[in-house]
C-alpha cells in the first residue's frame, strides 16, 4: 500500500496520509489552494475561530465544503476536560460529524497537553459516540492509556506546536510504533519540513497533520506539493524497508572474490 492507495482512517477510506490545518494562511484564496495542492483530504477547523454558524465564518465554511474533505473540528484552545467536552459536542452539531480532535493544554509556554484531563475527556467522548483523534505528548504511558479508554487514533506530537523542530525524541516514537502496533498513530505538531514528515512514515507512522509548516511558507502552495511528495517517498520508503544501521563500514562493492584485471 503506498500513499496513493487508500487507508482506513475511522473506518473511512482515504487517498491521503496528509492532514491539514485551516489556519494562519495569508488569505482565504492561498489556504484553498495550498490544501488542494497538499492532496490531503482531512482538513481541521477550529469551532473557536471558524463557526459557520456566524457572518464571519459563512465563506470561510463555503470554501472548505468546496474542497470535498472530510471535516475534522478541534477542541483547540481549552484548558480541562469540562471545557473539551462542551467544544466537542458543540462542533458535532454544527459540523455534523462525530470526528474530534481533542487538545487539552496543560501548559501555555509549549502548548503540551494536560496528560490527565486529556484522558478524561478522551473517555467521556467515547462513551458518548465520538471518534476521538487525541494530541498527545511523545509519551508511552500516556498513548498506552488513551488506547485504554477506546481510543483508535492517537496523535503524538513530533515536537512543541509550531516548534519547526521535527522529531526531537525518535526513541520515544520508535517506541510507541512498536508498542501499539494495532493502533492508527498520526504524527501531530512540530513538523517543520518535507524532510520531518518523510521520516515520520518511514518509521511506520500512519500520517502527519500539520499546519504552520504549509500556512506560513514563503509559498504555501509550493510547499503543500512538497510535504505531499515528502509523504509519498516516506511511505514507499516504510514498505521497501530501509537497510539497518550499522556501526561499521560495510563496501558496496566487496573485493572478496572479484576477479583483478590487468595487463603483462
Known amino acids: ?3 496513493n492507495q487508500a487507508w482506513l482512517l475511522a473506518d473511512q477510506e482515504i487517498n491521503s ?3 491539514i490545518g485551516s489556519a494562519l494562511y495569508p488569505s482565504p484564496d492561498i489556504m484553498r489552494q495550498a490544501i488542494q495542492a497538499s492532496g490531503s483530504q482531512v482538513v481541521t477547523v477550529s469551532i473557536r475561530r471558524q463557526n459557520p454558524g456566524d457572518q464571519s465564518g459563512q465563506a470561510f465554511w463555503q470554501i472548505i465544503q468546496s474542497l470535498g474533505c472530510h471535516i475534522l473540528p478541534n477542541t483547540a484552545g481549552c484548558r480541562n476536560a469540562k471545557e473539551a467536552i462542551t467544544t466537542a459536542h458543540m462542533a458535532r452539531e ?3 460529524t462525530n470526528w474530534i480532535k481533542l487538545e487539552v493544554i496543560g501548559d501555555d509556554y509549549t502548548l503540551q497537553p494536560d496528560p490527565f484531563d486529556l484522558v478524561k475527556a478522551a473517555q467521556a467522548l467515547i462513551e458518548d459516540g465520538f471518534e476521538v483523534f487525541p494530541y498527545a505528548s511523545d509519551d508511552l504511558v500516556l498513548c498506552q492509556k488513551l488506547v485504554d479508554v477506546g481510543c483508535r487514533i492517537v496523535m503524538p506530537w513530533a515536537s512543541p506546536i509550531g516548534s519547526g523542530k521535527g522529531i526531537m525524541n525518535p526513541y520515544n516514537m520508535e517506541l ?3 508498542r501499539l502496533p494495532n493502533t492508527t498513530l498520526i ?3 512540530g513538523i517543520g519540513k518535507p524532510s520531518h514528515a518523510a521520516q515520520a512514515l518511514e518509521m511506520g507512522f500512519d500520517g502527519v497533520l500539520l499546519n504552520s509548516a504549509v500556512a ?3 509559498d504555501p502552495v509550493k510547499m503543500a506539493t512538497a510535504f505531499k511528495q515528502a509523504m509519498e517517498a516516506g511511505r514507499l520508503g516504510f514498505e521497501a524497508g ?3 544501521q550499522r556501526e561499521f563500514a560495510s563496501a558496496s562493492t566487496p573485493t572478496l572474490g572479484t576477479p583483478f584485471w590487468h595487463q603483462d
Open 1 to 3: 500500500m503506498n500513499n
Open 17 to 19: 496520509r496528509l492532514l
Open 94 to 96: 454544527i459540523f455534523g
Open 176 to 178: 510507541i510504533r512498536q
Open 187 to 189: 504524527v501531530d505538531a
Open 216 to 218: 506560513l511558507a514563503d
Open 242 to 244: 530501509t537497510m539497518p
